[in-house]
């Protein structure tokens, strides 16, 4: 597969990323998971709601890092988190930056040093990003728990889906979204126990 | 889109409405849902097999509007509950009203006639399937439920599902599915107390 | 449904959006079609690559609308095209109004002015992203014709499709989409009038 | 599997019904192919619709076998239609007899005499529900043609799928649907010929 | 449909298999069911891998038996278990050795008489076969039941699902899964009890 | 992830590669494409057939190799094609030889060498598999297109989809593939041209 000659070219590719779905629900028994664009979608209101609401982000800056943070996905596919444990150091990343490079060939080059400055976390919209990427797949954590779908406890248990990336907004939002999910656990419990008409 | 012209244009949009979902399942996550003919179906024969119990009922009429009831979400769409929260009062009624004759075009004026007496309710066949409607959706939560697919525990705290139509024979069969639910309930609750081998 | 209270309670409410299929592609039996979150990423894109290159263009304000241009669905559900015809003149875009600003409840008042310039077409931002809604949807129906699935031919007969807000950069791209799709119609045919190795 | 104790157990069992995709189309690679129960409904509203206009039919003794002529296949599945070339003749008539028998138990005995009346074919009514069944069973092929999905050739060389049942309506309707099916092909082929903007 | 007359004819029918779900998992109400041919592939790993562990099984027998063993399915369907209840005695078994004929027709015929040996069950390997069947099947609840998805707990209490077909092997292993699933239920019982941020 | 620990902890992990569905077709717009569980049993099936008409082929060492040949997914993913391209020469097949290895950590050594050979082409074997591997891909895409299907002509034209391993069967076996495939692409322009009741 060849860089991307024109515009339309790379319109029409991405629209394919639709039917990526993320890996880390699809081996989980998740039904019908997100798609990488809807994950990707997702992470961009959140960097836009949040980042307005910390000083020293750059919001548009915050935003194009978010719009093209998945975007080599469409060449590489959505490799699940155990992968990167067999590939040599860097491999991934240098493998997704060239793949992005490809992609995005039409577009000027300074969003890929853009891309550049996110995987080495090299400024506070990296690590806003990073942030929201994390708090988003925890988000869907919770819904799909409420739905009853997928093995997903175990998302809970790993400290890094709760990377504050310094900002204390991220932080407090980690740990309203945690206190919510005891709540719901601990409410489901006792109705059970008292025979309440909520289902397991 | 216009009226229909023939019968025949009216047997092949029809078909289409099998690719509706019911917007209230897939909006609380449930997998593939039941489709609006679905629902129709088996509003249809809840309808059939009650109405033949009830002494004041023509069932003839009542399987009629049944057939028809939800038939304009084929031009309107299945809109989910909450949207009649946005649209001027008795704004849906009246698109639903227009969107049907044009669907039902090349059929006689009469079954449109129904249609208005099941929107006021105006007759005890009206008011059958309009409860036949919401026991179904009942119904289908408690399936739903048994499968583990959804969050539709709210469903069963809403008395607008429980509409019993002045016919004893549905507020006991209302009963009985409540009752069903409350036991099954409370046998998961204790089997998993127990550690019996009963997942929960 | 009430106005979301907290920046998380319209955090989860969105993730939600992921579900809802675009009506115009459901209706048309494409199999599974893109969701209404897919349809906005998409669409953000676009404003982002040609907004860049369009002068009079904030992209930043083109960017917040299009963030927000389709959130009303949540609660409104996606209509398919036709609805519009039976409901009265307004009565939808009330509905959307009032349903964004539910939603959008815990962010500034600022973003519903901009959804209401949007809907009424007053800038060239609002303008931008009307026409990347349309030049989104022309694109995905040559994606999904390319792979076969749908009755999708009336859309490109639709002139309500290509519509170019004024900007020269989408009447060509619009053009330059047209053309491409009567070069693969032709080359199929060719290639099936010769027996070649390509499949219908 | 036992007979069914209650309605309410009836009710609840034949919600499984969505569940069950026609065996004839998922053979034949149709995407997300019409349930059972889909089936089903389309055909009661064929046999209601066209029922009022012949003379010789008893229309609700006509519904009533559509309601129930596919219910068999909640314990005994939707077998392909190569299947009876495998079982002893009759093999299958008298165990979807017996299953139906347990499903309907709850229901008075006239509804299996109904059904036995449907599987000989032995009155108007009964040709009029296998009438429409095959009807709707090719309304649905020209749907999914135009949509693009399935190998569905073969349904239109078939004269079994293609009984009138003595009905001059049913006839005039099947000529019809056939008319147009010629008529989309031959305007399909020249469109491309022509380099016409319609897809293959 | 004919005995296959090529090989070729064989290699593209059996493709179909793939579509065809299991019905004992979709009449409970699984999403996205695991496929007859994925069944019959995990059925084959077993056989292999236990196969060598056990000293009267000739493995390379064993996995023939394994390849073929559900493909009458190709033309009589995955008939639910409760089917067998409503066909004459021994017509089931017949039909699927005709359909595996006409299937099979371009192999040799030693390989109907392997199936045959498995249908009575008249050797080691065919035992092993029958008990990795179900197996199989118990894994995949196991599974399904992490997912939450599907109604799927009487399976735990029907012995047939449990047939160590005389080798210790099978039995240790039909322990081992018995003792994790109940150790799976306890755990998420304590957890929930305890309110831990473990989800029911 | 670790290696696993116990054959049951083996058996568990695989069946989640049903859910893994491949990478060539989801990019290229197959509704609902075949899993790698189902492709890795065709190729099965395929080596069985085929390897016991292949004089030099040992048959079982050949099934041995197929059924493992693509489990190093489970834990990599099922990258497209495109993915080699981005990554260092031998980083993918280094990643999958030591995601296979913790895999298949409670099988014997012995399976870990066969894969090694297969990675190398090293044996007749190997390369049957190889071959086998391939045709099955083509199989497929020649399905999926009578079904209409993904957009797939190119895999018609990249002469590394028919190798034959030097095996003459194989290079007949593809041959008479295309020819059929040929075939009826002119018999379906034919009949478009003529107007028949065929549909393109």
């Known amino acids: 597969m060849k860089p991307n000659r024109t515009l339309l070219d790379l319109f029409l ?35 836009w709601t949040l980042g307005q609401r910390i000083e020293e982000i750059d919001v548009g800056r915050a935003i194009e890092i978010a719009l093209v943070h ?6 590489i596919g959505d490799l699940p988190a155990t992968s990167s444990h067999y590939f040599p150091e860097g491999a991934k ?5 060239a793949a992005l490079a490809d992609v995005l060939a039409p577009l000027s080059e300074r969003v890929l040093r853009l891309y550049d400055e996110y995987q080495r976390g090299a400024s506070p919209e990296a690590r806003l990003v990073k942030a929201c990427d994390k708090f988003q797949l925890m988000l869907k954590v919770m819904v799909y728990e ?18 504050d990336g310094g900002f204390p907004l991220l932080l407090d939002l980690f740990e309203e979204l945690r206190a919510r999910h005891d709540a719901e656990v601990r409410k489901a419990t006792v109705a059970e126990m008292r025979g309440d008409p909520l289902f397991p």
Do not use: C, M, Y
């Open 13 to 47: 590719e991405i629209q394919r990323l639709d039917r990526l779905p993320r890996a880390g629900f699809v081996l989980r028994g998740v039904s019908d998971p997100e798609s990488v664009t809807e994950h990707t979608w997702h992470v961009l209101f959140l960097v």
């Open 146 to 163: 409420s739905w009853g779908t997928g093995a997903l406890a175990e998302f809970w248990d790993n400290p890094d889906n709760f990377p």
């Open 70 to 75: 998945d975007l080599a996905e469409l060449r």
């Open 93 to 97: 990343k240098a493998a997704e930056a």
